[in-house]
């Protein structure tokens, strides 16, 4: 069964640490995404990957970066986590888009 | 810019019921749809699809239509049942970035039994 995996479910920071969100993929897709998801507010992009090393920022890159060495993996970085990125971080990855994204199950970070 | 979004914030329905789920989209350009359902506590997960050169699209109890005349997509869930309760997006393709979706803010349906 083909699947998108992240490292960890429910993740607890203290502000100012510097957290790593990890995502492996085992199906070859080239494309690699990270959101958040808020109430009210959907699904949020804040940086994609459409190859290895390649990155580009989605919506609200601001306080992230990402790291993308293989294929597989994409690497989300808070580089000094605040309470303001309390969330669900969701991993997606794809083919070319006109085939659908599929999505991890997801990271609940919470930031104290 | 552009955005894809969907009429109604949660919907109730009777189990056994047909549901609709509304979505407009902005950009003529957009030329594939998909629909993702979300479970509490999950990711989301694939439902359907469409290509903008049809009309109408079926699956398992689910489907699709895209109107372009008026940039609208909606998905019929029929016979709803207690299990489909989750929230719903809607997503288009990016006429100017090939490369990712546009995602609309969801729908959350409840099935009352």
């Known amino acids: 069964d083909v699947k998108v995996t992240q490292s960890s479910r429910y993740l607890v920071k203290r502000t100012g640490e510097k957290v790593f969100l990890e995502c492996v993929q085992d199906?070859?897709?080239?494309?690699m995404f990270w959101y958040r998801q808020d109430p009210g507010l959907g699904l949020r992009l804040i940086y994609f990957s459409y190859d290895v090393k390649m990155k580009e920022k989605g919506d609200i890159p601001e306080g992230y970066s990402v790291s993308r060495e293989k294929k597989e993996r994409f690497s989300l970085i808070l580089e000094s986590a605040s309470t303001n990125q309390t969330s669900m971080y969701l991993c997606?990855?794809?083919?070319?888009?006109?085939?659908?994204?599929?999505f991890g199950s997801g990271t609940r970070l919470t930031v104290v | 810019g552009e955005s894809v979004g969907l009429h109604l914030p949660t919907l109730s329905v009777q189990e056994g019921d047909n549901s609709i789920i509304n979505c407009a989209y902005s950009n003529s350009a957009s030329d594939y749809f998909i629909w993702y359902k979300q479970e509490s506590g999950k990711g989301p997960q694939f439902i359907i699809d469409?290509?903008?050169n049809m009309d109408k699209r079926q699956g398992q109890r689910v489907t699709v239509l895209l109107n372009k005349t008026v940039k609208h997509l909606s998905l019929q869930i029929a016979a709803t049942q207690p299990g489909d309760s989750a929230v719903y997006f809607c997503a288009g393709s990016n006429a100017g970035n090939n490369r990712k979706l546009i995602w609309g803010l969801g729908t959350s349906l409840a099935v009352n039994p």
């Open positions: 997606a990855s794809s083919l070319p888009v006109k085939y659908g994204y599929t």
């Open positions: 469409i290509r903008s």
């Open positions: 199906m070859d897709h080239e494309n």
